[in-house]
Structure formats: C-alpha cells, structure tokens
C-alpha cells in the first residue's frame, strides 16, 4: 500500500486558493466557464456586429488630476488630500471590503448600488475603469449625463478604456477586446474621439484623452 501526499507550492497557495487575498480564482473560472463557452458564438457573433492589469499610477499622473479597489488605493497613494467612494453592486462592495481594503485605509468608504438605477453621491470626479466598453453608446449616455448632474461644478470624469487607433488599425489587444464584448456584452472598444463624442453628448465641455503607452488609455471630461 502506498500512501501518497500532496501540498501547495507557495505560488499555487497564492494565487489559486479562495481564502488568498491574491487569488486568482475567480477571474481563472469566470474565463473557463464564461469566457471561454461565449467565444465559441465567435462566428455567429461577427455578422451582425455595429461595426491586466490597469496601469494605474500612469492613468492617474498622466492628466495631473487634483483630486474598486486597486484603482481607489492608488488615487489616495498618489493625492494624500483626497478621499474615494467606491460605488458598485452590494455583491461586489461586499468582496472589495474581504479581500482588496484594510481596515486602515479610512479614506475609502462604499456606496451600493446601481449605476443606472440609483441616485449617484455628489462628487469632484468620477472614474469609469472599464465600464463604458460593455454598453451601447445609448447607455452610455444615459449614465455619463447622470454623473454630469451629480458632478460639482469644475469637476469631471475619468474614463479608463483600451483605446483603438483613429484609423482603426489595432493596437491588438484592444481589438481583441471589442471581439471579447462582442461576445459577452451589448459594447465595444472605441476610438479616443467616440469617446470624447459621447461626453460631449453627456454635457460635458472639455474633452483630454491620454494615450499612457499600456494598455488602458484614459479620457478626461470636464464640467
């Protein structure tokens, strides 16, 4: 009879098990049990179509703002007066406060709720990271005019999104992405000047877009 053990390594006890701060798998099983089955509508998808890691401290410095999670904890690193309400779902406010904020980080609080149902707080700036690329321009607006009222004069939103080319040409990873919505959501990755239409639509009157070089670009609109 033989007896056989088996242990973690230390990677795998950090990355793969549910209780790690820094696990992984969650976004691991979304992409094999989500992802993984809409790509292969891929083919399907393509006739009737319209048409990791943020880089956080490069978005946040490269528009020299005065102002979940990784996001929030960067904005108050980098701009100590500051302080960031992180508004999304009662399920995801829930797992921001397990496994990404620690109890000292007073300076961030939540708020739940639904974009497009609730009221939003009344803010000098507001971050879109990577919620635009799942709507359709409508919606879009929709949810851009709403924070147009709610934003305090002088202030603005930030949207963080991969960036495609004027011309449509790449880079890659965005055009990946948009197949990746294409699948998934009602939204695509967009250009820096569909962008800046939809805020100009919104009501908002000044209009930066800032390529960082990484993946995620960022779009600045002013009240």
Same mark, same amino acid.
């Given at each position: 009879?033989?007896?056989?053990?088996?242990? #973690?390594?230390?990677?795998?006890?950090?990355?793969?098990?549910?209780?790690?701060?820094?696990?992984?798998?969650?976004?691991?099983?979304?992409?094999? #049990?989500?992802?993984?089955?809409?790509?292969?509508?891929?083919?399907?998808?393509? =006739?009737?179509?319209?048409?990791?890691?943020?880089?956080?401290?490069?978005?946040?410095?490269?528009?020299?703002?005065?102002?979940?999670?990784?996001?929030?904890?960067?904005?108050?690193?980098?701009?100590?007066?500051?302080?960031?309400?992180?508004?999304?779902? =009662?399920?995801?406010?829930?797992?921001?406060?397990?496994?990404?904020?620690?109890?000292?980080?007073?300076?961030?609080?939540?708020?739940? %709720?639904?974009?497009?149902?609730?009221?939003?707080?009344?803010?000098?700036?507001?971050?879109? @990271?990577?919620?635009?690329? +799942?709507?359709?321009?409508?919606?879009?607006?929709?949810?851009?005019?709403?924070?147009?009222?709610?934003?305090?004069?002088?202030?603005?939103?930030?949207?963080?999104?991969?960036?495609?080319?004027? +011309? #449509?040409? %790449?880079?890659?990873? @965005?055009?990946?992405?948009?197949?990746?919505?294409?699948?998934?959501?009602? %939204?695509?990755?967009?250009?820096?000047?569909?962008?800046?239409?939809?805020?100009?639509? @919104?009501?908002?009157?000044?209009?930066?877009?800032?390529?960082?070089?990484?993946?995620? +670009?960022?779009?600045?609109?002013?009240?």
């Amino acid at each position: 009879m033989c007896l056989l053990l088996y242990s #973690n390594t230390e990677m795998s006890s950090v990355f793969l098990t549910k209780s790690s701060p820094r696990s992984l798998y969650h976004s691991i099983d979304y992409n094999s #049990n989500t992802m993984y089955l809409c790509w292969h509508y891929l083919p399907h998808a393509i =006739p009737v179509s319209p048409a990791q890691k943020i880089n956080n401290k490069k978005i946040l410095t490269g528009l020299k703002l005065s102002c979940s999670g990784a996001l929030a904890r960067q904005c108050v690193k980098l701009y100590p007066d500051c302080t960031v309400t992180i508004f999304d779902l =009662p399920k995801v406010v829930q797992m921001s406060r397990e496994h990404f904020l620690s109890p000292e980080e007073d300076r961030i609080s939540f708020h739940e %709720g639904d974009f497009f149902k609730d009221s939003l707080p009344e803010a000098d700036l507001y971050v879109l @990271a990577r919620i635009l690329h +799942d709507w359709t321009d409508e919606r879009n607006v929709e949810l851009l005019s709403k924070i147009h009222q709610s934003c305090r004069p002088g202030g603005g939103v930030l949207v963080v999104e991969a960036l495609l080319s004027e +011309d #449509n040409s %790449g880079p890659l990873t @965005a055009q990946l992405y948009s197949l990746n919505m294409l699948v998934q959501t009602e %939204g695509r990755e967009r250009k820096g000047s569909e962008y800046a239409a939809l805020l100009t639509r @919104a009501g908002f009157t000044t209009v930066h877009i800032h390529n960082t070089g990484k993946i995620y +670009d960022a779009v600045l609109g002013l009240k």
